[in-house]
């Protein structure tokens, strides 16, 4: 209970009577000191009265409107306060979390009851730009008679999680169906030296004898040999597509950042069965990464590691011959006949907003005068490398380099969209010829644009030719395609689909609503570990 | 006319006073009278006048005037500060009952201003209580020394004040539970090698 000066004032006018008192030394002053001092332990007690009351009778709620949200999202908090008439006045403030930030001015997190009222509520809009959980603190209420003022924790104190941007939910599997594509263990159809016994069989002249089983042979009066399954690995070649046109997406959910996550998990299946792993990074002008197959723990550890700094590429300004570019610099390729987009072209990533870090990293691409890319200019020219630099349709040229110079035709898995499908196509075909087998895994521009779900319709329409060249490629012998996409998104237009399909009636007969099957198959993990796709 | 007819008249005169000398808090926060102020009131301006004639007239208007401006404690001090002005000697003599009338009109004046509502026996019998408690004391101590009698109204008030204060503390939890630690009882301080 603190008072206000107007209280500080009354004291200093009871004190002064006092001191009167003495001064024309007439008793009869102290009359006064003693009535204004009883009026001023009246009023105290009068608002301690009244706050207990007021604490009886108060209910305050601080609800806010989503619980889990993703950073840089805006959402709101709701106050509500609900109690009997008071004579108080009454000024509630909202205790949002320290990493927040209120986007509804300072002033919006208090909210003010007048005495007598008896409800009022107030909405808070804000940001959470730190990913966590965040426990907003109590409201605080100050109640306040005009002579005395007392300040209260009232209120829950809810808690809201915050997720860092990235892939939620990841879909991977051909028409809406998922499929797992992890390794797990894998049949060699070889047999030799191993662990796992394959058959018992009579012996053959030309057969070692010692792989004679001679308690088999002894129970069964023939000499017999037993076989063992051949222990082998299977060698590994991530091919990740990292052009501009992979950037497309909001921050944080784009197509590489999707297809990212997958080959994480696919490097993390290959560590757990010793198989040999190699990265090849394509970007608009070559190969930016190329790590050689191995098993070394080290390895896996540096190819995730490079998976995580994977950006996309920028596409080169048109005006890219103003500056002389640096070595290794992105700048000097051509205009790429990939951003046209056969699917459905020109509305592409350009339309999102970029981020901060973006802005940046364009800034220094062009080579800008300010005292921000004067300084770091250099380092980043020094680190936007290619080990590999290739003319002319690079991810062509760099699957046909790269898979050239193994000895082992090893399972190559190639990440990508479906950007430019003639190249694509001529892709798959090189990795084929020049490799074992393909897995192919594209992520559909329609489901990564801003805005692309506005008009579903249309958007199903081009989520069926995307679905065509994600079936051509799987028809191919040895090639398996499959789509990586946001499973939300895929979700929509698949819905929108089948009620198109539903509401016009043999209009839509030829189109595939969800490839095999309408609906997504539901149960599995989209990326589940340890089953086998390996064909 | 009803006591709830008054409140309003004197609220919308006062509102408007208020709006005019630029004190609306003031002016608000007297707007609404108990009927025992309202008779207390001129009550004292007619005590001074019959006491103390023209002069007496006059200083209670000025009263009345405080207590309409600046409240209540304003009143009774300049209140209290007249009425030792216009008395003809430093004592309290012949005018006993003159006095007693107009501490009375001062005494109505105090309770009026703390009750709100008619139905606050409470805080009528705190007042009335505490005020005659204090009073006594006051009387006491001050037939020995005016000073001491001075010091003793001050201390006591000022005591009873925290008092209340510390007690609304405790009775709404607002005090924190601090568990005062000392070295000596940490499980971790070193123990003695003897």
């Known amino acids: 209970m603190r008072p206000t000066r107007r209280t500080w004032g009354v004291g200093l006018l009871a004190l002064s009577t006092a001191v009167l008192a003495v001064v024309v030394s007439h008793p009869l002053l102290l009359g006064a000191t003693v009535m204004i001092g009883v009026w001023i332990l009246v009023r105290q007690y009068r608002f301690y009265q009244e706050l207990s009351r007021m604490c009886r009778t108060l209910t305050f709620e601080q609800t806010p409107e989503r619980s889990v949200l993703r950073t840089g999202e805006t959402t709101t908090v709701t106050v509500r306060a609900a109690l009997e008439p008071s004579q108080l006045a009454l000024t509630f403030t909202a205790g949002l979390p320290t990493a927040t930030v209120n986007q509804s001015g300072p002033s919006s997190t208090v909210l003010e009851l007048e005495p007598e009222s008896t409800a009022g509520s107030k909405t808070i809009r804000f940001e959470c730009p730190v990913a966590g959980r965040h426990q907003f603190d109590r409201a605080t209420v100050t109640a306040t008679d005009g002579w005395f003022r007392e300040t209260l924790d009232v209120g829950p104190a809810p808690t809201i999680t915050v997720d860092a941007r990235g892939p939620r939910e990841v879909h991977v599997g051909s028409g809406g169906d998922r499929v797992s594509i992890v390794q797990g263990q894998h049949s060699s159809d070889q047999s030799g030296s191993g662990l796992t016994p394959a058959e018992l069989r009579e012996y053959v002249p030309g057969d070692n004898t010692d792989r004679i089983d001679w308690k088999a042979t002894a129970r069964l009066a023939t000499p017999h040999i037993r076989t063992y399954e051949a222990n082998t690995d299977r060698p590994t070649i991530l091919v990740v597509d990292h052009r501009s046109t992979l950037d497309t997406g909001p921050a944080g959910e784009t197509k590489l950042d999707y297809l990212r996550d997958v080959a994480l998990s696919i490097v993390a299946s290959a560590r757990q069965l010793d198989d040999p792993v190699g990265l090849v990074a394509v970007g608009n002008s070559g190969i930016t990464v190329q790590t050689d197959l191995t098993t070394d723990l080290t390895q896996y550890r540096r190819i995730r590691q490079q998976l995580f700094d994977l950006e996309a590429t920028i596409e080169s300004p048109p005006d890219h011959g103003r500056r002389k570019p640096g070595p290794g610099t992105d700048t000097s390729e051509p205009p790429r006949s990939t951003t046209q987009t056969p699917v459905e072209g020109p509305r592409r990533w350009k339309n999102a907003p970029p981020t901060r870090a973006r802005v940046a990293v364009r800034k220094l691409e062009h080579g800008d005068r300010d005292v921000f890319s004067r300084t770091l200019g250099p380092f980043y020219r020094q680190r936007q490398t290619y080990q590999t630099r290739l003319e002319s349709e690079p991810l062509r040229s760099a699957l046909r380099t790269t898979l050239r110079t193994q000895q082992r035709k090893p399972w190559t898995i190639l990440f990508t969209d479906d950007s430019d499908p003639v190249a694509l196509r001529e892709a798959v075909q090189i990795a084929r010829t020049n490799g074992s087998y393909v897995l192919v895994l594209i992520t559909p521009s329609v489901l990564f644009e801003p805005g692309s779900l506005a008009t579903v319709e249309e958007s199903y329409d081009r989520y069926v030719a995307f679905e065509e060249l994600r079936r051509d490629l799987d028809r191919l012998e040895g090639v398996t395609a499959l789509e990586v996409a946001p499973r939300e998104q895929l979700a929509t237009v698949l819905a929108a689909g089948h009620t198109h399909s539903t509401a016009m009636p043999g209009s839509r007969s030829d189109k595939p609503t969800g490839g095999r099957s309408d609906e997504p198959t539901e149960g599995r993990s989209d990326i589940p570990t340890g089953a086998d796709s390996n064909g | ?172 939890g607002l005090v924190s539970e601090t568990v005062a630690q000392s070295p000596s009882n940490s499980p971790t301080s070193p123990r003695d090698p003897k």
């Open chain 2, 1 to 172: 006319m009803s006591q709830r007819k008054v409140v309003l008249i004197y609220r919308q005169e006062l509102i408007l006073m208020g709006e005019k000398l630029n004190l609306p808090d003031i002016a608000l926060e007297t707007a609404t009278y108990h009927w025992m102020e309202l008779v207390a009131v001129p009550g004292i301006c007619l005590c001074f006048g019959l006491v103390f004639g023209p002069l007496g007239i006059v200083a209670g208007a000025v009263v009345a005037g405080m207590w309409a401006l600046f409240g209540v404690p304003y009143a009774l001090a300049l209140g209290h500060v007249f009425l030792v002005a216009l008395l003809p000697g430093t004592g309290i003599g012949s005018e006993i009952v003159a006095i007693g009338i107009i501490e009375l009109g001062f005494g109505t004046l105090l309770l009026g201003s703390l009750l709100r509502r008619s139905a606050e026996l409470t805080i009528g019998f705190v007042a009335i209580g505490s005020l005659i408690a204090l009073g006594g004391l006051v009387w006491a101590v001050q037939s020995r020394s005016l000073g001491l009698g001075a010091g003793v109204t001050v201390v006591v008030l000022a005591v009873a004040s925290y008092g209340i204060h510390r007690y609304e503390l405790v009775a709404l």
